[in-house]
């Protein structure tokens, strides 16, 4: 479920090598990470925009898909940003064995706790209720940055194993 989820994510980007190398650089993995607190922002703004919300709506979601293509690959990727990135990468194509399996079990239940959290989130913003939107953030947020941990695990053990990240 996780690797399906990862794929069609990476179709819907257009992840190719290039995307990935310049993704890689930590001021864009740093920098998505503002995605989802400004989406919620501008669909918050229903309230005081009206429909004119679709703006800033589009203009995240534009930045999502822009942010991996706009900065360069990075000097270096000795930073936990860099790691995660390319451990997000080697997870998505992995073949039989590349990456341990006993990843698994936490990156699934991560994905759920991503995704309850995500429903709270859209819950909360749908009801404009503060409080299940702060917690439906924080819940998906955590989630997803302890998922981006266990990426740097992965990236670093195949890095001692030296398995390639090319599909």
Do not use: C, Q
């Amino acid at each position: 479920m996780v690797k399906t989820v990862g794929l069609a994510s990476e179709r819907l980007m257009a992840m190719n090598d290039t995307v990935w190398a310049r993704h890689a650089n930590p001021w864009s993995g740093w920098s998505r990470v503002s995605v989802l607190p400004l989406l919620v922002l501008a669909a918050w703004s229903r309230i005081w925009i009206e429909w004119w919300t679709l703006i800033p709506v589009g203009a995240v979601l534009l930045w999502a898909w822009l942010n991996p293509r706009v900065f360069p690959p990075p000097a270096s990727i000795d930073n936990w940003m860099s790691k995660g990135v390319l451990g997000e990468r080697l997870w998505i194509s992995r073949s039989e064995g590349a990456v341990s399996a006993h990843h698994a079990p936490i990156l699934r239940a991560l994905s759920v706790a991503v995704a309850l959290g995500s429903v709270m989130l859209i819950a909360g913003v749908i009801m404009l209720d503060l409080t299940l939107t702060m917690t439906g953030l924080s819940i998906a947020m955590l989630s997803k940055l302890w998922m981006l941990d266990r990426m740097v695990w992965i990236y670093t053990e195949a890095e001692e194993a030296k398995v390639s990240p090319a599909t």
